[in-house]
């Protein structure tokens, strides 16, 4: 069964940067597409990113855009996401999933992932 482990949440200013990792094991990555999604206390859980099993196409939610950027190494059987500029409204359990997808396009809807990360706490604040 595929596990994946998120890593490299924490505290940061506004306007700071973390990175990240989503570190899958169990199978290779090369066949799945990975999302991020995010849960603040209180709200929903929301779509932020995601990137294709090619790693060719990418989709973002429209407040992080500019902001995010996700990519991957297959090789390493990893996902990042890189985030900058951050602000607080970004503070939430950040979690990575995954799916398997042969399409050159991914999805943000949680419903079409069946594996998830434990989750990895970033906090924005002063």
């Known amino acids: 069964q595929l596990q994946l482990v998120e890593s490299g949440g924490g505290l940061v200013q506004p306007g700071g940067s973390l990175r990240l990792s989503c570190a899958a094991s169990g199978f290779t990555l090369d066949y799945y597409a990975i999302g991020w999604f995010r849960q603040a206390p209180g709200k929903e859980r929301e779509g932020v990113s995601c990137?294709?099993?090619?790693?060719?196409?990418?989709n973002y939610v429209d407040s992080v855009k500019g902001r995010f950027t996700i990519s991957r190494d297959n090789a390493k059987n990893t996902v990042y996401l890189q985030m900058n500029s951050l602000k607080s409204e970004d503070t939430a359990v950040y979690y990575c999933?995954?799916?398997?997808?042969?399409?050159?396009?991914?999805?943000?809807?949680?419903?079409?992932?069946?594996?998830w990360g434990q989750g990895t706490q970033v906090t924005v604040s002063s």
């Open positions: 999933a995954a799916y398997v997808s042969f399409q050159a396009m991914c999805v943000m809807s949680g419903d079409e992932y069946d594996s």
């Open positions: 990137i294709s099993s090619s790693g060719a196409s990418t």
